[in-house]
Structures are given as structure tokens and as C-alpha cells.
């Protein structure tokens, strides 16, 4: 077919009767633009990585790491629950060791509670099982097969084994930390002497004031849970500051409590009936409510509800 332009030759004819100035300028013009779109490409990929995760993404990664801890073992869950338990006492040693060598002054106080993040970093950054992250990561999945369907394990009565291991695991670590620290001598008579002001001035408060110190504690540490999947290399840092949160608002803790409960009456007058009732049943039914209400329905509500209007 005849080209329609005036000239009237064959739009093939006159491409190859183009000088090489003129099909050389050509070649670098497709070469440049080849270029420029393979850079605009690398920039919205590079704009891609630098976007923070959806709510989606966080809620599927904390989901899946439930549906693992759901299949583990029993057995495997005492045994991370007891190392995580002996480690939360290390928030304890860690505070006290810091008060024995600070100035008693208002100030120190900012500097003795760096220490009580340091039970927590044990035992998020080795992977033990702690009560607490619990209440978050194996409601995520439960919640998520409601609504799409069931998920093999994924029951109530597995949800409790896991608690109940992790819990009983937990405070048996906790208490047999506490009394190796407070028979022996590991350390001197001076830092015992600060570890019993430590635990002495965590259970000023009475059982009501737990309570409700503990559903923000175990807020913040579920919520602590959701952040670390978009943490990438900033995991110490929230780690601390959520913890060290936690600790400078006295906020109540069942493990790290349980430490401190079991170890007052091998140093004090303190009755560990007290403690129980007192602190650590409080600090139980806080912690739970916190984690799994505020953080883990909340979390849950606002990524099922995104998926609906979506749809």
C-alpha cells in the first residue's frame, strides 16, 4: 500500500534511504529513553521498599507466627517458658545493679529503669516464649479463621494449652531465678540490699491499682508484638522503648512481677500469699485483658474491616 504523505514513496522505502547520521541519532534516542523509563522503574521500586508495610502485611506476618506457635509441641513450650521465666530475671539484677552504683537522688530513677528492659531483650531477641506476646500472636489467627474459615489447630482449647504452658513455665523460671538470687551468694549483701528495694517498691500499690496498670502493660507489650514484623533493623530500639515505657510508668507485669514476688519472702517479712493476690492475679487478668482487647480485637478489626470495604 502506497504511503499517503505527499511524497508518495513506501514508509519502509524511505527508512532505509535515511542517512547514518540520521538512524544513528535515532538508536540513541530509543537508547535514552530505554534508559529513563528502566530509572523511573528503579525509583518506584526504591519508593516501594521505603513505604512502611500496610496494617495487612503486619496482621499476616503476627498471624502466621501464631499459627506456628499453635503447632509447636508442649513440651517445646515449657522448655522456651521456663528459659524466658530465669531470663525476666535479669530486669531485676539489671535494676538493682544499677541502683547499688547510682546516687540516691530523683533522677536515678530515670537511669535504674534502662535495666528493666533487659529481661525483655533476652528473651524477644533469643525467641523464648513469654506470657505476655501471647496474648496477641495466637488470637491474630483464631480472629482471621473466624472470618475466612477455619485454620487446622487454631481452636480455643489449644489457645489455653498454650497459655497455660507458657504461664506455669514462665513463673517456674521466675521462681527459681529468685531463689537462687536471694539464698546464694551471687551477689553481695550491698546489691541484694538494692534488688529488695526494687521489689519492695513495685508492690507499693494495692490489688485494683495492679489491675489496671497491667491492662496497659499488657497493651503496650502486645502492641510491642505488632510493631517488631516492621521493625527490620530497629528492633532493639523499640524493644526498650516500650519496655523501658513499662518500667518507668510502674506499670505491672506478671512475669516480671512474679520475680520480684517470689523473691521478697526469702529476703522480707513479705508473704507470698500477699504477692499472689496482690500483684500477681491482678496483673494476670490486666494483662490479658490489655493484650488481647485493645491490641489484638482492635489490630484485628481495623485489617478485616479495610478487607471489606476493598472487596
Do not use: C
Amino acid at each position: 500500500m502506497a504511503d499517503p504523505r505527499p511524497d508518495g514513496r513506501p514508509q519502509q522505502e524511505r527508512a532505509q534511504r535515511r542517512s547514518p547520521d540520521e538512524q544513528g541519532g535515532q538508536q540513541k534516542q530509543e537508547k535514552q529513553e530505554k534508559q529513563e523509563k528502566q530509572e523511573k522503574q528503579e525509583k518506584e521500586k526504591e519508593g516501594k521498599r521505603r513505604v512502611s508495610p500496610s496494617a495487612a502485611v503486619v496482621y499476616e506476618a503476627v498471624r502466621a507466627e501464631g499459627e506456628a506457635e499453635l503447632a509447636r509441641p508442649t513440651s517445646a513450650l515449657a522448655w522456651s517458658g521456663i528459659a524466658a521465666g530465669l531470663s525476666m530475671g535479669f530486669s531485676l539484677v539489671a535494676q538493682g545493679l544499677l541502683q547499688s552504683k547510682l546516687p540516691d537522688a530523683a533522677w536515678t530513677t530515670l537511669l535504674i529503669r534502662v535495666g528493666y528492659s533487659v529481661g525483655f531483650l533476652i528473651v524477644i531477641l533469643g525467641r523464648q516464649q513469654l506470657f505476655t506476646e501471647n496474648t496477641l500472636t495466637p488470637i491474630i489467627p483464631y480472629l482471621a479463621a473466624r472470618v475466612r474459615g477455619g485454620a487446622e489447630g487454631v481452636t480455643i482449647p489449644n489457645i489455653l494449652r498454650l497459655w497455660a504452658t507458657v504461664l506455669a513455665a514462665n513463673l517456674l523460671g521466675a521462681f527459681v531465678f529468685a531463689v537462687v538470687v536471694a539464698r546464694t551468694d551471687v551477689f553481695s549483701e550491698i546489691v541484694k540490699q538494692s534488688f529488695d528495694r526494687v521489689a519492695t517498691d513495685a508492690q507499693a500499690v494495692g490489688p485494683g491499682a495492679n489491675f489496671l496498670r497491667a491492662i496497659f502493660a499488657g497493651w503496650l507489650i502486645a502492641l510491642m508484638v505488632w510493631l517488631l514484623p516492621v521493625a527490620r533493623g530497629s528492633r532493639i530500639t523499640v524493644i526498650v522503648m516500650i519496655t523501658y515505657l513499662v518500667g518507668l510508668a510502674d506499670l505491672t507485669h506478671v512475669v516480671a512481677g512474679a520475680v520480684e514476688v517470689f523473691y521478697l519472702p526469702f529476703r522480707t517479712e513479705a508473704r507470698l500469699v500477699d504477692g499472689v493476690l496482690r500483684y500477681l492475679a491482678p496483673a494476670l487478668a490486666g494483662n490479658v485483658l490489655g493484650g488481647v482487647t485493645l491490641t489484638a480485637a482492635l489490630n484485628h478489626a481495623q485489617v478485616v474491616s479495610g478487607e471489606r470495604s476493598d472487596a
